[in-house]
């Protein structure tokens, strides 16, 4: 497992008998999971990381990150920010091997993959303080006193549970694999009231490998050989930022990777501290207006005018608008094998992104999500 491109990565055996037999593995294989211990810094500080090293065994096929600790809010009432509380993680990393990052998300990112793999999800177990009406719901008071808080974060390490394509071979001692978080800073979630303060402190940090074993079986000559799912595929999510300067309709080239293009997530911002949003009057003033996504520099095969209509798609497809006004092109909704993108032989991969005239661009950002089965 060493490289950064679908040509160079490995996620198969290099000194065991195997074979790959899906049904039968489903059959042999028992399923775990457990917590993994933090390597170093398991609480870090603002804008400092900590990572988990994932155990040598099984096959790994999903991760779940999991932030306990209180919200002080001291003299004067705060506010919540629009990155409210899942914001608290600025970064999401799964690195495979030396080089390879399969997985690189922000925490509001990968709270947004929630909605998405789990249609019709809502939230009933973390605590949010507030309710989860806060959730990236900005401006909202938060009293003074003392909230406890307790986040997850569902790392999409497979594309989904039942063919558990994009799972990591991880029965092996030569294989390294490590889940790294960073922390943001409390003003990334939180506004202070005037004269007044409100600390994040994170009190207790968890992380959950869930894993199939890769059972043995007799290969009928006196030995054995290991039976296996579908692992011939890696599974990439990254997010790519991209600045955002001008109103009206703003082309983007986006990385060209070596597989097939299943979603892109979009998250836009016209400044730090406040977001566009696909679901306004194209006359507010956070509004985004349109999307396209097109190849080979003239060929437009999705438009989206106004960009509700992709919006009701989302809703549709998952029970509900993303959180954190964010938005997703996706081929796996209606027929994966047919609408799956090939980037292989594409010269160029672009989005256009309609910006609503009457948005104030002060540092302007958009963040794309490109998932890609390698």
Known sequence: MLGTSGSQLSNLPETVPYTINPTLWRQLAVMENFQISGSNNGNPQAGQSAEFNLKNTGICHNLVLTLEGTIVVATAAATTTDKFPYGIVNNVNLAVGAQSKLINLTGTQVNAYRSIRHPGYIEEVDIIPGGIANIGNPGQNLAIGTYNFLLTYEVPVVVDEVSM???????????????????????????????????????NVYCTQYTGSAPSQSDGKGGSIQVLPDLSRLHSVNSFPFPLTGLGDTRISIPKQEGLLQRLLIEARYSPTGRLSPIVPSSAVNALTDFNFGYGGNKIPKQY??????????????????????????????????????????????????????????????????????
């Open 165 to 203: 394509i994009g799972s990591l071979y991880l029965n092996s001692k030569s294989v390294t694999a490590t889940l790294e978080w960073t922390r943001g800073n409390d003003t990334d979630i939180i506004t202070p009231g005037g004269g007044g303060s409100a600390v994040v402190t994170i009190t």
């Open 305 to 374: 005018t106004p960009i509700q209509v992709l919006a009701a798609e989302n809703n549709a497809a998952y029970g509900r608008v993303l959180p954190y006004d964010m938005f997703v092109m996706d081929t796996l909704v209606a027929d994966p094998v047919r609408d799956a993108i090939n980037m292989v032989n594409l010269t160029e991969i672009a989005v256009t992104i309609g910006v609503g005239n009457n948005v104030v661009l002060n540092q302007g950002t958009v963040n794309i999500v490109e998932e890609v089965l390698l």
